[in-house]
């Protein structure tokens, strides 16, 4: 019962900083990032903060997936003896989506939707500033 209130703190504590989470998002992705869809989510695959530049995007969903894929993508790798997953990337004609933990201890999930043609290494910088920001904050 206690890691169940625990996470239930956690998740108020992160849901009370939406605003703010929202803000670091559009200020750290704004001028370098060609994006359809910014979500930060809890592990568990709650939706946190999000920004979304498609119609019909779907930032709930988004959060779900994106957490349940890092975790297939950490399971993955410790069953090949590899570290904890750092960031996992999904390419394909129409886009790029990166997803990474963020935290201290990788309690929250980023996931950038990038458009196509959008600058690898710019999304990387990206979602190395927003971690820096939360970390700070």
């Not at 998002?25 to 568990?44: G, H, P, Q, Y």
């Amino acid at each position: 019962m206690p890691a169940l209130k625990s996470r239930t703190q956690a998740l108020a504590a992160h849901q009370a900083r939406a605003l703010h989470y929202t803000v670091i998002l559009r200020r750290c992705t704004e001028d370098t990032v060609d994006l359809s869809a910014a979500v930060i989510a809890t592990v568990d695959g709650i939706q946190v903060a999000s920004l979304s530049v498609k119609p019909g995007l779907r930032p709930d969903q988004l959060a779900a997936m994106a957490s349940s894929l890092l975790a297939v993508a950490g399971a993955a790798g410790r069953e090949v003896g590899h570290s904890a997953c750092d960031r996992l990337f999904i390419e394909s004609r129409t886009g790029t989506l990166l997803i990474k933990p963020l935290g201290p201890e990788g309690d929250l999930v980023l996931c950038l939707a990038m458009s196509p043609g959008s600058v690898l290494a710019k999304a990387l910088w990206s979602a190395d500033e927003i971690g820096k920001a939360l970390a700070s904050s």
